[in-house]
């Protein structure tokens, strides 16, 4: 089966700052990637989502890249603000069957 | 987005009774719904696949006759579980994807039922 690893497990940053989380995943068939943000007792929510036919995709303060070569893909924050604060979680899957979710990433942003 | 909800929030019960919780697609049809376990700061779990008119797909190590999953409608997913032990105690959380066909893979979560078992 599919294994999603997620590095770092806790990031803390400057507000205005980078940060960046980065998963690795094991089968080559999974062709989508969507990552979560998570706040505490609370539901998973989307935030992006790429597909294996791209490499990189942006939703203003937020992108995603993925290299299907190395099977990894990256989550990237810019302008960091402190409601940013949350854990944030990559998962791969293969059209529309179950999602294998990573470790998590818990961020907090720094006033 | 499309919307999931769930029911109960929270519920607490003694150790032996069994629990029900309710998962619903609120604005759309959803012939695959999902269960997921997560412990505290830990990441999703998946436990199994639901899929309307059909058994549902447990995952390994998830015992099926503990976590009796009905999914008896295009909107209606759930989860029992059977004679809870307080190790059972967690936060459950279901979601549900659109049917093949419609523009996306994406997984709508519902917000989730803690449960403990006294």
């Known amino acids: 089966g599919e294994n999603v690893e997620q590095h770092p497990s806790t990031l803390s940053v400057q507000e205005g700052d980078s940060a960046v989380i980065k998963c690795t995943y094991s089968?080559?068939?999974?062709?989508?990637f969507p990552w979560y943000k998570q706040e505490l007792g609370k539901r998973p929510q989307l935030i992006i989502d790429i597909r294996s036919n791209v490499g990189e995709k942006k939703d203003q303060r937020i992108a995603v890249t993925l290299n299907k070569t190395a099977k990894h893909f990256s989550l990237h924050i810019t302008e960091t603000q402190p409601e940013d604060s949350a854990v944030y979680f990559c998962?791969?899957?293969?059209?529309?069957?179950?999602?294998?979710f990573g470790t998590g990433t818990s961020l907090t942003v720094i006033p | 987005g499309a919307v999931v909800s769930q029911h109960p929030s929270r519920v607490i019960c003694k150790s032996g009774t069994s629990v029900k919780i309710e998962c619903r697609s609120l604005?759309?049809?959803?012939?695959?719904m999902f269960w997921y376990r997560q412990f505290p700061k830990q990441s999703l779990m998946l436990m199994a696949t639901?899929?309307?008119?059909?058994?549902?797909?447990?995952e390994q190590g998830v015992e099926k006759d503990k976590f009796l999953i009905n999914h008896a409608s295009l909107t209606l997913s759930t989860l029992t579980v059977t004679s809870a032990h307080p190790e059972d105690s967690s936060f459950y959380i279901c979601s549900a994807r659109e049917p093949r066909g419609t523009s996306t893979d994406t997984q709508y979560f519902g917000p989730g039922t803690r449960l403990t078992v006294l």
């Open positions: 639901s899929n309307e008119g059909s058994k549902a797909t447990y």
């Open positions: 998962a791969a899957s293969y059209t529309g069957n179950q999602f294998y």
């Open positions: 604005d759309f049809q959803a012939t695959t």
């Open positions: 089968d080559s068939a999974s062709n989508y």
